[in-house]
């Protein structure tokens, strides 16, 4: 029986929910999220006032906390660690709102993993919670999905260039951001153990199709692994806004690749059964130099068949 199954009697201590969590058991996190979620909001409060940022604040750390549960050594210190979290997670914020420089930066990228710890995806893949995360990640509708995906698992992090993809105002990708973390964190507090969708076969799936469609183009500047994916009503929205069907794509991509000599260079595949983002770096020819260097592929599915393309060039 693990810990988020103990019925009656005393509630287990931090200690055997942070073995259990790091185990792979949600319900474990959830609950310890739960016994310290009053001193975590607390401490979000004291540094940002009675305000929607410390509600915001408080469900950043519990993501944090899924990412990194598994680098916590001392399974006594949990209160400590989570509310260290939301400390820098609001130190973060206020260095984001404010000229005046936020002492001891180094905590905030301790905190965050910024910089010098592995991107989120591969966290997941490393822990037993990947799982859980994706299957929870599923359940949400996919505007809040695809937020979540861009901003936790895809270079393009900052709310100016996701609206910017999204086509939405920054404020829409807040508010959808702070509706998505809402989500999970009530996901998590009441997860209940069950079989989980395999992430990983699903990730592998998409980035199989990318690697077989990067070389479809590169060597006939068409999307030949995707034919059979495409849907017969399927469209595609470009950087500067234009739409077109499918067989302009092809046609682009041949003279692109073919004629003018771009490459692509495929950097990440993220995958989700609704959503799913490529991320490919672009090598322009010698005669076009300033032309962008990075593309993102944001394909919309519906039952495995892509509905919609977009593409957006993120900003160097």
């Known amino acids: 029986m693990t810990p988020s199954e103990h019925l009656g009697g ?16 949600a319900g474990s996190l959830g609950l310890l999220l739960a016994r310290h979620r009053a001193s975590m909001h607390a401490v979000a409060v004291a540094l940002l006032g009675f305000a929607p940022d410390a509600e915001d604040a408080v469900q950043e750390a519990a993501i944090v906390a899924l990412r990194r549960i598994g680098d916590l050594r001392d399974p006594d210190a949990a209160g400590p660690w989570l509310r260290a979290v939301v400390r820098n997670e609001c130190r973060a914020r206020l260095r984001r709102t404010s000229a005046i420089p936020v002492a001891e930066v180094a905590d905030v990228i301790a905190a965050k993993g910024l910089d010098t710890a592995p991107d989120p995806a591969e966290i997941l893949d490393r822990h037993a919670l990947g799982d859980w995360v994706w299957t929870a990640l599923e359940e949400l509708s996919p505007v809040l999905r695809l937020v979540v995906l861009l901003r936790y698992f895809t270079d393009l992090t900052s709310y100016d260039e996701i609206a910017a993809l999204c086509g939405t105002p920054v404020g829409t990708v807040r508010s959808r951001l702070s509706q998505a973390r809402g989500k999970l964190a009530e996901k998590l507090a009441s997860a209940a153990d069950r079989t989980h969708d395999d992430a990983r076969a699903l990730a592998t799936l998409h980035r199989g199709l990318a690697e077989q469609t990067m070389e479809s183009y590169r060597y006939s500047g068409r999307a030949d692994v995707l034919a059979e994916r495409w849907s017969p009503a399927t469209h595609v929205d470009w950087p500067a806004g234009k739409r077109t069907g499918v067989r302009y794509l092809e046609a682009a ?9 771009f490459r692509f260079e495929l950097r990440n595949v993220v995958a989700s ?13 010698a005669h076009r130099p300033s032309c962008p260097i990075a593309m993102m592929w944001v394909f919309f599915l519906d039952a495995g068949r892509i509905e919609r393309l977009r593409l957006y060039h993120p900003r160097a």
Not at 12 to 17: E, K, N, Q, T
Not at 253 to 261: A, K, P
Not at 273 to 285: F, K, L
Request: glycine share 8%.
């Open 253 to 261: 991509f041949d003279r692109d690749l073919l004629v003018e000599g």
């Open 10 to 25: 005393a509630t287990p201590p931090d200690r055997d929910l942070v073995h259990a969590a790091q185990a792979g058991d």
């Open 273 to 285: 059964r609704e959503v799913v983002v490529w991320e490919t770096g672009v090598q322009p020819p």
